[in-house]
Structure formats: C-alpha cells, structure tokens
C-alpha cells in the first residue's frame, strides 16, 4: 500500500531564503505530482514527474525525484510572499492515472 | 479550471438526507474522480470513472455511489449523509495520456448537520 509522508508539515520562511519540502513514498510508485493551493481554492498542477532523476523548475520553484531513495524534493529559492500556500505531493498507484495518494500538505508561510 | 464546474459549490444538509454533487466537464477526458480534502488528511480518492458507466472505488468510497451517463458528468451520490462526510469535495479530469496530470475543479463544500 502506497503511503506518502510530506515535512515539515508547516514552514514559516523569510523572503529571499531557500528552503525544501521533502516528500517520502513508501513503495514503488511511477508517477510524482506536485501541487499548489491557495486558502480556499482549488489545487494548481505544478510537476509532474515520471522517472528517476527528473528535474523539473518553474520559477522558484524546482523539484525532484528519486525513486531509489523513494524521494521527492520541493526547492523553494529566494522565496517572496505569493508563494505562500500549502504544496501537496502525491504518488500515482494503480492502473487509472489519477489514483493518486497524497501527502498532508506543507503550508508555507513567506514573511516580509 | 479546465473546464471543471462543480455544483453546488456550498450545500448544507441534515443527517440521513441523500445528497447529489454533480460534476461537469468541457474537456472531454474520459478519467474523472471524486477526492475529499479533510483537515489533517490531504486529498483521498472515492470513486472514479474511466469511462460512460465505468466507475471503480477508491480509498474511502463507503457511503458514497457515482454514476456517469455521459462523457461530461460526472455525479457523486451521498444517499444517507452523515456528519463524518462533512467535508470539502473536489472533481478531477486527467488526460489519457503523459504526463497524466489532475486537473481540478473549485470544490464543492458540504456540511452535513
């Protein structure tokens, strides 16, 4: 059974530092997601990632992925204020693309 | 939200009445799914779709039936609503191809009383 464990599980970060969320899966997983959301909003694709040292940015924001240690990464560099939000990483399982587990969340929280 | 439009977006009900969510998609995918996204827990799957009338559980599908008639909708059914399914419902689409991402729609928040 797939589970996935996000931390921290709350980030309180200054603007302009780095930092990363780090999401561990428990078994074989062949897909990675990651996602956004904004309080009372719906959730924003961010990564997808399929194989095995996939690396992928977008702005700020970089991830990473490496199924042998069963690990996904989410740098955040220089960090400004609207990227606060809570970041979901999730594992693909199964034969349907989006039976996904998610992890609980990170909320981040950038501060002036 | 491509293309997702959940109904209602807020609905408030009473214990034992049955609930209907509908889900309604212009992207013509044929994967749709059910989530709940709880305090605490993340997203959990509840049912899902892979096709007209082709629908499978997910990790906490009891209480809970669907339906899919057509490519477009997607319908969750709560058919005696119970406080422990208060909770926010979000729909997804996902491609059938790479990279298979989710995409979602706004949510529908019930709070069953």
């Known amino acids: 059974e797939l589970k996935v464990e996000q931390n921290p599980l709350f980030l309180s970060m200054q603007e302009g530092k780095n930092y990363t969320i780090y999401c561990n899966y428990s078994?074989?997983?062949?897909?990675l997601y990651w996602y956004r959301q904004d309080p009372g909003k719906s959730l924003e694709s961010l990564f997808v990632l399929l194989s095995n040292g996939a690396v992928k940015q977008e702005g700020r924001l970089m991830a990473s992925l490496d199924t042998k240690a069963r690990l996904s990464t989410l740098h955040i560099t220089a960090a400004v204020h609207d990227l606060s939000a809570t970041y979901f990483c999730?594992?693909?399982?199964?034969?349907?693309?989006?039976?996904?587990?998610f992890g609980k969340g990170t909320k981040l929280s950038v501060k002036p | 939200d491509a293309g997702i439009t959940q109904s209602p977006r807020h609905k408030v009900t009473e214990t034992g009445t049955p609930v209907t969510l509908r889900c309604h998609q212009t992207?013509?995918?044929?994967?749709m799914y059910w989530y709940r996204q709880d305090p605490g827990h993340g997203l959990r799957l509840i049912h899902y779709?892979?096709?007209?009338?082709?629908?499978d559980k997910g990790e906490v599908s009891d209480g809970y039936s669907v339906s899919r008639s057509k490519t477009e909708d997607f319908l969750l059914t709560l058919e005696s609503a119970t406080s422990s399914q208060t909770s926010v419902y979000f729909c997804?689409?996902?491609?059938?191809?790479?990279?298979?991402?989710?995409?979602f729609g706004n949510g529908t928040r019930l709070t069953v009383t």
């Open positions: 992207e013509n995918h044929r994967y």
């Open positions: 779709s892979y096709g007209v009338k082709d629908t």
């Open positions: 999730a594992g693909g399982y199964g034969g349907s693309q989006g039976n996904l587990i």
């Open positions: 997804a689409i996902s491609e059938t191809g790479a990279p298979w991402a989710l995409h």
């Open positions: 078994t074989t997983s062949d897909r």
